[in-house]
Nanobody
């Protein structure tokens, strides 16, 4: 069972930046596609960004395109989300997730495609 630990969240003013990290246990990190999701109070968990196994393919929800960048470091078993030009509507708990399908270079955007989740890290953007 893989363990995922997110970090890097916090309180930031609108227009600021944060970099989230997701450290994964085990040696299978490079075999999977990964993603970031977020959940604001009273709302359903929503897709933010995904990266394929090779990192050749990435995909973002429209609201973060041009502001957020997902990346991965297979040598460090770590997933990242660089968030720039943050807005109050980005306030949420952010979760990293590993897809259930190994050895595929597809990006996946549905929560049901992911079987392993971190505990989440809070991001709060003040106006």
């Amino acid at each position: 069972q893989v363990q995922l630990v997110e970090s890097g969240g916090g309180l930031v003013q609108a227009g600021g930046s944060l970099r989230l990290s997701c450290a994964a246990s085990g040696r299978a990190f490079s075999n999977y596609a990964w993603a970031w999701f977020r959940q604001a109070p009273g709302k359903e968990r929503e897709f933010v960004a995904a990266i394929s196994r090779s990192a050749a393919n990435t995909y973002y929800t429209d609201s973060v395109k041009g502001r957020f960048t997902i990346s991965r470091d297979n040598a460090k078993n770590t997933l990242y989300l660089q968030m720039n030009s943050l807005k109050p509507e980005d306030t949420a708990v952010y979760y990293c997730a590993r897809t259930m399908t190994a050895y595929s270079d597809t990006v996946y955007i549905q929560t049901t495609d992911y079987g392993s989740w971190g505990q989440g890290t809070q991001v709060t953007v003040s106006a």
